[in-house]
């Protein structure tokens, strides 16, 4: 049996709320961009152990669908583009450098993966991202066009090129920090497609290296209509839709195990330590 069947688009659609169309348009593309987004958390367990998560369909649907658990780009991604392709989009992997708090481009490596999605009859082809551990991220897919700020569910986005040596257009995608009144750049990339064997050596890399943040503290990220939450290491902030940040840093590790079951809706690893 191919992978791809052991997707099930069905137990997919329900466990992410989305009860609209399955109509292969834009309409449904948001619509379920949209309840991935606010229905399953990001998470870095694994990699917390030294290992790499599983990006086969199946484990995907047991862990993220199925299970109380979350994942990280790798996951998510690969799990919205076998929904996405199931409701008749086209789905192209992409690789980008995360410039969030960098120096320069140059200073990180190709390790986040997004989706470039075309939409039948839709001359446009729209960037989408459910696994983007940042209140800056992407709730909604934005059109991949310079020029355009757009606006989905309450946070603003936007496209610019950035100047490189190389022979492709670097874009880079900006979010609009309320707080600092300005953008500031989430990730770079170019449009050179990307495959599933260059996404498992990503993932095997980022879930195992001593080098990765992901296999040194818990970062953990949730959100919903009324909040933004997240867990770096001990520090929990919590951001609501309103602006006001409130943050709180945890002690012990039966409170961090409550926090993370409770308010993130994941249940932790038997044996998994959080606080170290």
């Known amino acids: 049996?191919?992978?791809?069947?052991?997707?099930?688009?069905?137990?997919?659609?329900?466990?992410?709320?989305?009860?609209?169309g399955r109509r292969a348009d834009l309409a449904t593309l948001r619509g379920v961009h949209l309840a991935h987004a606010?229905?399953?958390?990001f998470e870095n367990l694994e990699p917390l152990?030294?290992?790499?998560?599983?990006?086969?369909p199946a484990d995907l649907m047991a862990k993220l669908v199925r299970g109380r658990r979350g994942g990280y780009c790798y996951e998510h991604n690969t799990l919205l583009r076998l929904?996405?392709?199931g409701l008749g989009l086209t789905v192209t992997?992409?690789?980008?450098?995360?410039?969030?708090?960098?120096?320069?481009?140059?200073?990180?490596p190709r390790t986040h993966m997004m989706l470039r999605v075309t939409v039948p009859g839709d001359p446009r082809s729209y960037l989408a991202d459910v696994g983007f551990g940042a209140k800056g991220a992407l709730l909604a897919p934005v059109a991949l066009v310079v020029g355009e700020e757009f606006e989905g569910a309450g946070r603003r986005h936007r496209f610019i090129h950035l100047p490189h040596g190389g022979p492709l257009?670097?874009?880079?995608?900006q979010a609009y920090d309320r707080d600092a009144g300005d953008?500031?750049?989430q990730y770079a990339f170019t449009l050179e497609p990307f495959a599933a064997p260059d996404f498992e050596v990503f993932n095997w890399h980022v879930g195992t290296t001593p080098r990765s943040p992901f296999t040194r503290r818990p970062y953990l990220q949730r959100t919903t209509p009324e909040r933004h939450l997240a867990l770096d290491g001990a520090l929990l902030v919590e951001t609501r839709a309103d602006g006001t940040v409130s943050e709180h840093r945890l002690t012990d590790e039966a409170g961090a195990r409550r926090v993370v079951e409770e308010e993130f809706g994941i249940a932790v690893p038997e044996g998994l330590t959080l606080l170290g």
């Open 1 to 20: 049996m191919d992978d791809s069947e052991r997707f099930d688009l069905d137990a997919y659609l329900e466990r992410v709320g989305w009860e609209g």
């Open 49 to 56: 152990t030294g290992t790499a998560p599983s990006l086969a």
């Open 93 to 108: 992997g992409l690789a980008g450098r995360v410039v969030l708090g960098a120096q320069s481009v140059e200073s990180r």
């Open 83 to 85: 929904a996405l392709e």
């Open 38 to 41: 606010l229905s399953l958390p």
């Open 169 to 173: 257009e670097l874009w880079a995608l």
């Open 183 to 185: 953008w500031v750049s």
